[in-house]
């Protein structure tokens, strides 16, 4: 068991609700096209991640002299 798993769930969390979604009445078409959503989103993800962290470090050397 993770230790998420004990903290409350919010109610439009829709990673938690595409993690229990039945996949199985999607055709392979759908599902293609979600994966390339997903994969979408994950870029986004990761861009604003990388921005966030060059952020974080400018102002960490921005305070450190």
Not at 13 to 34: F, K, N, Y
Not at 55 to 61: E, G, N, V, Y
């Amino acid at each position: 068991m993770d230790a998420d798993d004990n903290l409350p769930r919010r109610k439009d969390d829709t990673l938690a609700a595409l993690a229990v979604q039945d996949l199985d009445p999607l055709s392979i078409a759908e599902l293609e096209s979600r994966i390339a959503a997903l994969d979408a989103e994950i870029g986004r993800v990761r861009r604003h991640m990388e921005k966030a962290v060059r952020h974080r470090d400018s102002a960490d050397a921005l305070f450190r002299r």
